[in-house]
């Protein structure tokens, strides 16, 4: 749900961002438009005005020697003698050379043509007040009524996009209020959308309506199955361990039927524990456990306790060293499923030698002297079914696969260190945890 959040506002102002953008560089190249027109205005049409008005006295003076130079509204001309000095002109006309000159501001900020011919030379001054005002007039204005018709355009066009994404908006405003767990299906309802929800929106609707109503079934199914599963599967394990228990408490058992109740003792253990972390995997996103503030070293004298009897037939010692106690606020089951299928894991591979268990601070170390584990091996232990040794008929190859997915549920990093005939050391980190003063005593226990 993290990924549509904000979705409303980022997806409004992505389009605002986008039509600002557009009407920047539109505006833009309007100006550059107008400008380059103004500009052509300017120097080619009123030069091209300065040239057709020169050809024309030229004309008229041929047949009228006394015409004199125009004089109008737009234009002022002045008309030299051939051998006359230029001393009559204005002093920002004097000393012109033929040809179109633009004088700067100072000089009066007007277009001149110098013409000059055998029967004289005619300047004429295109006043500089009317090029302004024909540079606003066929510039500005048209410039400003553009713009505005550009923006009116453009605020209208995403007024209309506006009200076409805000469908979508809703939809998204709608599935980021979902319970992951328990979307609520409801608001998609057909019967229950806006009216603008149409088209490609609607069809996004109705999918997610029944996705989402799927997913409650599941759910639903999913919690079954699980109160179910915890009662039918518990039940007949429980029956059978305590059967063990009152067949090896009888005492009239010989050897070999006591070691085959024993076996059965044992995978009954293992079973229950299995079971217990399917059932808390099966929980997405949930254990159904209740956090519970607890002592981490409670937890671990048990499991030690719990995986003595895997070690009767074998010569290795179980130690516990607890030189740290800290406590951790979850589901203690949790941990007692995740410590218990590392310390099996253990057992099941260490064939002499020893097995400490130690309490440090913020982490637990279960070290063996088993078979190890080489390199190319180590990368896939925790995979579901993989198994180091596939000869050995015991185990199921998903206990570490298990223990992987509990530490990742709960933020509990998992590292295994390990080299071939040297043993593994399993460390289990906890980020957030409350050490507690003082140490608890170290414990020492051979099973031989």
Known sequence: MNAIRHHGGGLRRKIWIAFIVQVAAISF?????????????????????????????????????????????????????????????????????????????????????VDRKPAGTLVLVFKQDQVDALAFWFGVVPLILVLLLIYLVAWATYRVSRRAVSPVIWLANVVEKWDPKRPDADALDPRNLPLD??????????????????????????????????????????????????????????????????????????????????????????????????LVNEIVRDEVEKARPLLLDKPVQLDLDEPAAFALHAPPRVLSVLLGNLLRNACLYTERGTITVRVLPGELLIQDTGIGIGADQLARVFDPFYRVQRDRNDGHGIGLNIVRRLSERFGWPVSLESEPGKGTIARIRFPEHDRLEGDAPSVSAGCN
């Open 29 to 113: 190249a309007t100006v550059l438009g107008v400008y380059g027109a103004s500009a052509v205005l300017k120097h080619l049409l009123i030069q091209r005005a300065l040239t057709d008005e020169a050809a024309h006295f030229w004309e008229r003076h041929a047949t009228e020697p006394a015409a004199e130079a125009p004089d109008t509204f737009n234009m002022m001309g002045y008309l030299l003698a051939p051998d006359a000095s230029d001393d009559v002109l204005p002093d920002s006309l004097r000393g012109l050379h033929p040809g179109y000159h633009s004088l700067s501001r100072a000089q009066g900020g007007s277009l001149v043509l």
């Open 197 to 294: 929800v149409e088209g490609e929106t609607l069809v996004l609707a109705k999918s997610l309506h029944g996705f989402a109503s799927r997913i409650e079934r599941f759910v639903e199914r999913e919690g079954d199955f699980t109160r179910d599963a915890s009662h039918e599967l518990r039940t007949p394990m429980t029956v059978i361990r305590m059967a063990c228990d009152l067949l090896l408490a009888d005492g009239a058992l010989d050897a070999h039927a006591t070691r085959s109740v024993k076996r059965i003792q044992a995978a009954t253990r293992d079973m229950m524990a299995l079971v217990e972390a399917f059932l808390i995997l099966a929980r997405e996103g949930d254990t159904g456990l209740p956090d519970e503030d607890f």
